[in-house]
């Protein structure tokens, strides 16, 4: 079984090769299923989807998924020394390359102390070139479902490998016609970038530095403040993602030391897979993701709220313009350039928005008490990068810095700087109704 990388699956791999490029989800238990029982349900996952039996064949033309890998998806069970434990693991997880010419492209640890009903965790690492978010999530829940039922995986029945997912964009991003709007788009995106070095100077130059080493931290927003910003956010008919992009923005201008006074590049992930024909479930790994980039006048200059509606334009601009399929079209263009240029950083910052991650409550005996989302960032990515999730009424974020770029301080005091942002903006003018 085999086929060629898609566009979104490619830029994730060429990004690999410049620094891992991983994607690493964390689920919090207040129990842990055995060992046994994880082995197994791995081991039925594996059967299930074709990409966890993956590598990534470079040898003929092009790139290729080839799915002939026997060798068992890779357990730890590791103890649990303290409740940040799981902080220490997925920084290494985030740094550590899988071996892509041999595969698998998947690994689990689990995180627990002796006593299988105490709080525990669960890291799945994947190569973000074989799932985005939405799939990611899924085999998260899939995993859980399978070990705590004692059950194989779910459905039982093994999944397609599905084609690329360009082969799969609307007719207007397909074909000659795709090829003609792909070259127009990719000479806006010079202009834009030229516009954005000539007016940020040597704020968006980098310092290589290839061992940079990262740091996760995380706000959570209790339930009052998240349904209070939520509702503003509807007041307003905005977007909770453009208000939680609003924030990191403002942060940003106001402690990232050489973006002060300058325009800041950010970007945002949307989700391809209810445009595609036909569109893609949540049950099938792959990369069927974009991302676009957009510029931003110094957000300092901007109330949040005015701030927020920028964004929201944007954003909605750009999606009504079909740039998500563009963006996904240049990415492999974008990714080989950057590397090979090794001088200027891609922005300034990146957030995620996930939602509601599609995981139960409850599984077995095993309870959920919260997910955490993290994918590596590196010298020539965003300085600081974000993953939002919304989980039992909670806004959760999972923020990665690397030392090379923010150091603890500024990280720290940005970390903050958006959580009293977003408080702010939640409770302004008194309770909502």
């Known amino acids: 079984?085999?086929?060629?990388?898609?566009?979104?699956?490619?830029?994730?791999?060429?990004?690999?090769?410049?620094?891992?490029?991983?994607?690493?989800?964390?689920?919090?238990?207040?129990?842990?299923?055995?060992?046994?029982?994880?082995?197994?349900?791995?081991?039925?996952?594996?059967?299930?989807?074709?990409?966890?039996?993956?590598?990534?064949?470079?040898?003929?033309?092009?790139?290729?998924?080839?799915?002939?890998?026997t060798?068992?998806?890779p357990l730890q069970c590791l103890p649990r020394a303290d409740a940040q434990a799981w902080?220490?693991?997925?920084?290494v997880e985030l740094v550590t390359a899988f071996?892509?010419?041999?595969?698998?492209?998947?690994?689990?640890?689990?995180?627990?102390?002796?006593?299988?009903?105490?709080?525990?965790?669960?890291v799945l690492t994947l190569h973000h070139g074989i799932a985005d978010a939405t799939s990611a999530v899924n085999l998260l829940h899939e995993l859980t479902a399978a070990a705590t039922a004692g059950v194989p995986?779910?459905?039982?029945?093994?999944?397609?490998?599905?084609?690329?997912?360009?082969?799969?964009?609307?007719?207007?991003?397909?074909?000659?016609?795709?090829?003609?709007?792909?070259m127009a788009f990719m000479l806006h995106m010079g202009g834009a970038e030229f516009r954005y070095r000539w007016r940020t100077g040597r704020a968006s130059r980098f310092t290589p530095a290839p061992r940079a080493q990262p740091h996760v931290l995380t706000i959570d927003l209790p339930p009052a403040t998240t349904t209070a910003l939520v509702r503003r956010t509807r007041e307003r008919r905005l977007t909770i993602n453009s208000a939680l992009n609003a924030a990191l923005l403002q942060s940003a201008g106001r402690h990232l030391p050489r973006q002060a006074d300058k325009p800041l590049c950010y970007f945002v992930f949307p989700n391809l897979r209810p445009y595609l024909d036909p569109p893609v479930g949540r049950e099938h790994l792959g990369s069927y993701a974009s991302m676009m980039r957009f510029m931003v006048e110094p957000p300092g200059k901007s109330s949040f709220w005015a701030l927020t509606d920028r964004v929201a334009h944007q954003v909605d601009a750009a999606s009504r313009r079909g740039e998500k399929?563009?963006?996904?079209?240049?990415?492999?263009?974008v990714i080989r350039m950057m590397s090979r240029m090794h001088r200027f950083r891609m922005g300034s910052v990146a957030l995620g928005y996930m939602g509601v991650p599609a995981l139960e409550r409850q599984y077995g005996s095993v309870g959920v008490t919260g997910f955490h989302?993290?994918?590596?960032?590196?010298?020539?990515?965003?300085?600081?990068?974000?993953q939002v999730t919304l989980l039992h009424g909670r806004l959760t974020w999972?923020?990665?810095?690397?030392d090379s770029e923010v150091d603890a301080v500024t990280a720290t005091r940005m970390t903050e700087s958006i959580r009293t942002i977003l408080e702010a903006a939640a409770h302004e003018g008194g309770p909502t109704p």
């Open 325 to 333: 399929f563009l963006f996904a079209m240049a990415s492999p263009s």
């Open 99 to 122: 071996d892509t010419a041999r595969g698998p492209l998947l690994r689990v640890a689990c995180l627990a102390g002796e006593d299988v009903t105490q709080p525990a965790e669960l």
């Open 398 to 402: 999972d923020i990665v810095t690397i």
């Open 71 to 73: 060798s068992p998806l």
């Open 153 to 182: 995986a779910p459905g039982g029945t093994p999944l397609p490998l599905l084609p690329p997912a360009e082969q799969l964009f609307p007719a207007p991003f397909n074909g000659a016609q795709g090829r003609l709007r792909k």
């Open 1 to 69: 079984m085999r086929r060629p990388l898609g566009v979104f699956e490619l830029a994730a791999t060429l990004t690999d090769e410049y620094a891992p490029f991983n994607a690493v989800g964390v689920l919090q238990m207040d129990g842990c299923p055995p060992r046994e029982a994880l082995g197994a349900a791995l081991a039925a996952l594996q059967q299930r989807h074709p990409l966890l039996r993956a590598r990534i064949d470079k040898r003929r033309r092009g790139y290729h998924f080839t799915c002939d890998v």
């Open 87 to 91: 902080r220490r693991q997925v920084e």
């Open 373 to 386: 989302a993290f994918v590596s960032n590196f010298d020539m990515g965003p300085e600081y990068t974000a």
